[in-house]
T-cell receptor
């Protein structure tokens, strides 16, 4: 049973560019959440997708957007990249029918903005 | 608002000694509590969770945590530390009846086990 997978592993972009990160949830999971982990910090919630809609959003600007596909996979898009967007981006999947909504994390995508 | 505090940035312990990584939380009502571990250049790996029931929760790799409602704490413990336990540890909380809401994480504690 494959766990949560993310691609690419590493990415280097220039300020002002746009980037798309991808996530495939654990088998049987229907909800995908994205987190940003800056260096030396804990993960910060960006947004969550369920039934192909954004359900919850953290304190991130509109430059951060996403999408969920019918197969539950998800994309995170960041426009007009800033140096401060450099971070590890983590995808977490969960099953809405589980009482504790336990989240399983992928290995992350390391984004470097130069 | 939910929040988690991990008061120690770094914990050093000798191999074979017991270890404790501290976590306190603030949430309205009863919480779901989690511990995750992160190895260098890796994502978060689930260690254990408290949902309800016994206050002592046992998890992966010999780790356990004790839920203390009166002190709003959920400290991570292990009776005998291994060098391979050296990693970054995160405590996280969610309000029990808030649905599939995002986890709120502490800033992390770096554990260093010295041989």
């Amino acid at each position: 049973d494959a766990g949560v997978t993310q691609s690419p592993t590493h990415l280097i972009k220039t300020r002002g560019q746009q980037v798309t990160l991808r996530c495939s949830p654990k088998s049987g999971h229907d909800t995908v959440s994205w987190y940003q982990q800056a260096l030396g910090q804990g993960p910060q919630f960006i947004f969550q997708y369920y039934e192909e809609e954004e359900r919850q959003r953290g304190n991130f600007p509109d430059r951060f957007s996403g999408h969920q596909f019918p197969n539950y996979s998800s994309e995170l898009n960041v426009n007009a990249l800033l140096l401060g967007d450099s971070a590890l981006y983590l995808c977490a999947s969960s099953f809405t029918g589980a009482a504790s909504y336990e989240q399983y994390f992928g290995p992350g995508t390391r984004l470097t903005v130069t | 608002a939910q929040s988690v505090a991990q008061p120690e940035d770094q914990v050093n312990v000798a191999e074979g000694n017991p270890l404790t990584v501290k976590c306190t939380y603030s949430v309205s009502g009863n919480p779901y509590l989690f511990w995750y571990v992160q190895y260098p250049n890796r994502g978060l790996q689930f260690l254990l969770k408290y949902i309800t029931g016994d206050n002592l929760v046992k998890g992966s790799y010999g780790f356990e945590a004790e839920f203390n409602k009166s002190q709003t704490s959920f400290h991570l413990k292990k009776p005998s530390a291994l060098v391979s336990d050296s990693a970054l540890y995160f405590c996280a909380v969610r309000y029990r009846f808030s649905g599939n809401t995002p986890l709120v994480f502490g800033k992390g504690t770096r554990l260093s086990v010295i041989a």
